[in-house]
């Protein structure tokens, strides 16, 4: 599988003084990280953690203070890396005198791009992100999920391998923010790599194959969802039919949560060590297990544990 992003060693400290290099912000730290091709990536992290600054590095609008990175195997130094990559920086600028069309044809230009091709491309990418009732709308009139949409579409105008965006979400309501990330599937169905920042925890447990999070300027847990998300983090046991009120007691005092009653069923919370010895004082009790449900972990519960740790 190709490597859409290599980071090797990255790091990025803003001076105070250029001169006697006085350092004000560490904001990214010897970063290393492989994104593979196809994939969607999200780079998660608090406001603040760096996650801009690397996608700014990647992109050559800020340059590394050290490390080095590729985009499909060639070094960002070498303006032939972006050819591939298409990019919605997290506060873009539009020129909101032009219409959808007409900001279009003129990014389609920047690349190079024009007649039949570049008109084709237009009115495709206008239908895939949803906006062909408003091709003629002056963009001053666009809802900021509007914008959101049509600046995705700039971002796919050279029909990039890599599309790289920077908080597509953030300030959406929750149709925009539904209608983003329906998009971002359908990229990935397209085959393309999509790398992206948030943090906003459950648009990327939505889409994402692998993640990377990253706190204070450093990379503390990188690598496949299912694999982060795979251990449970305990269990709801739901039982009836103790009676003994000394059992129940001893029931309360060894499980993790307040135990619940409803219409004569019991729910209790219980992690692995736990769990044994619950079910145990069941069978004593006399009692009858209806069901033992799987607390799966969530991705904000790995990410508290992560700044918890931080």
């Known amino acids: 599988m190709e490597t859409a992003v290599r980071i090797e060693g990255l790091?990025?400290?803003f001076f105070k003084n250029r001169f006697f290099k006085k350092a004000e912000t560490r904001a990214v730290v010897n970063l290393n990280l492989e994104v593979n091709g196809g994939e969607v990536f999200g780079f998660l992290g608090p406001n603040g953690a760096g996650k801009s600054t690397t996608i700014k590095v990647l992109m050559r609008l800020l340059f590394p203070t050290a490390g080095r990175a590729w985009i499909f195997d060639v070094p960002i130094e070498e303006s032939r890396a972006r050819r591939r990559v298409g990019f919605l920086p997290e506060n873009p600028y539009f020129y909101d005198y032009l219409t959808a069309e007409e900001f279009l044809f003129l990014n389609g230009r920047l690349f190079g791009m024009g007649g039949k091709e570049l008109k084709e491309r237009v009115a495709h990418l206008i239908e895939f992100v949803g906006l062909e009732e408003h091709r003629k709308t002056r963009l001053r009139k666009f809802s900021k999920g509007m914008l959101q949409r049509i600046g995705l579409a700039q971002a796919l105008i050279n029909d990039p391998d890599l599309v790289i965006l920077d908080e597509p979400t953030s300030g959406l309501d929750p149709l925009g923010r539904k209608m983003v990330l329906d998009l971002i599937k359908k990229l990935k169905e397209q085959g393309k790599t999509v790398f992206f920042s948030t943090h906003i925890l459950p648009d990327a447990e939505e889409v994402c194959d692998s993640i990377g999070i990253i706190i204070n300027g450093e990379l503390?847990?990188?690598?496949?969802?299912?694999?982060?998300?795979?251990?449970?983090?305990?269990?709801?046991?739901e039982f009836e039919g103790v009676t003994d009120e000394k059992i129940l007691k001893r029931i309360a005092r060894i499980a993790k949560s307040e135990m619940e009653i409803r219409e004569n069923v019991y729910?209790?919370?219980?992690s692995d060590e736990e769990l044994y010895n619950i079910v145990e004082l069941i069978r004593i009790g006399?009692?009858?297990i209806i069901r033992i449900i799987p607390q799966k972990r969530t991705l904000e519960d790995v990410f508290i544990e992560e700044v918890s740790e931080s």
């Open 11 to 13: 790091t990025k400290i």
């Open 220 to 237: 503390k847990r990188t690598g496949k969802l299912l694999d982060i998300l795979g251990r449970t983090k305990g269990y709801q046991v």
């Open 267 to 270: 729910a209790v919370e219980a």
């Open 286 to 288: 006399g009692g009858r």
